[in-house]
């Protein structure tokens, strides 16, 4: 500092100085010869005291403007919460920050600074994941004859997520896609592609996760049959022909092979 403030001062040349004091209060004796010949001397003080930026201030006061609120019987809270942490910290703007993670017995609550940023954090994470939203606001108090409202962002995600299988309607279907509160299904044996709302599904019964899949290699065809390996018990397997492929995703429902359909 006292290098940069002689230099801004002066100028370039030859500076020589000292100081005395502790670190709040310092006295600074300086001499500075110019190009001339001449010489300048002097003295300064340095008062040195703490002041917090405004977003530290707010951090350390618990500051927040919305929730938002992570709802639903679903074991990606935790994922979901490392993608919003990770979007916040991935942005330069010291205003906006999460308060803090609360869990609930629904689920999570995320306290964020700012308002606008959790809507558009609410809207990022249903187009990811899928879900709806529900937007309420509370009366907090009044600033410069203005109220002050503070914002809830209820977001409900879909128990249901890519390649799982289901029960819906007495079929069972694959789930193709979630985006916001639509849903995308391909029936089983069918191979028919629909589209659903998620209200429509909710009361759908899951049958197998993706995580339940195997891939099944394929060994010949013979005719209308093709022929693979069980994954599951490494017996071989005839199943509906299927062309062009060496392997295919198969799940295990009630000791028979279900194929995945166009999901390999």
Request: hydrophobic share 30%; charged share 30%; glycine share 8%.
């Amino acid at each position: 500092m006292i290098d940069i403030y002689l230099k801004r001062h002066f100028g370039n040349g030859d500076i020589d100085y000292e100081s005395s004091g502790d670190y709040f209060n310092r006295k600074v004796k300086y001499e500075f010869r110019h190009s001339n010949g001449q010489i300048s001397k002097g003295e300064f003080f340095i008062k040195t005291s703490y002041h917090s930026c405004p977003s530290c201030s707010k951090k350390r006061g618990n500051y927040f403007e919305a929730i938002i609120q992570l709802r639903g019987t679903h074991e990606k809270f935790i994922e979901i919460i490392d993608f919003v942490k990770d979007t916040i910290d991935s942005q330069k703007n010291p205003e906006i920050f999460i308060t803090k993670v609360e869990k609930k017995k629904e689920g999570y609550d995320l306290y964020i600074s700012n308002k606008e940023y959790a809507k558009n954090m609410s809207k990022r994470i249903i187009d990811k994941y899928g879900g709806t939203i529900i937007e309420s606001n509370s009366l907090v108090g009044r600033k410069e004859g203005r109220d002050l409202y503070r914002f809830t962002y209820a977001v409900r995600i879909p128990e249901f997520s890519y390649l799982d299988l289901i029960k819906f309607n007495g079929r069972n279907w694959v789930v193709s896609g979630i985006h916001g509160n639509d849903i995308s299904l391909i029936e089983l044996g069918t191979n028919n592609l629909r589209h659903f709302k998620l209200n429509d599904v909710e009361d759908s019964k899951i049958l197998l996760r993706k995580e339940d899949y195997k891939k099944a290699e394929v060994l010949y065809t013979q005719g209308e049959t093709t022929y693979i390996i069980n994954p599951f018990n490494y017996k071989e397997v005839a199943i509906k022909k299927i062309d062009n492929v060496e392997s295919i995703l198969v799940g295990n429902l009630n000791g028979e092979i279900v194929i995945i359909p166009f999901l390999q």
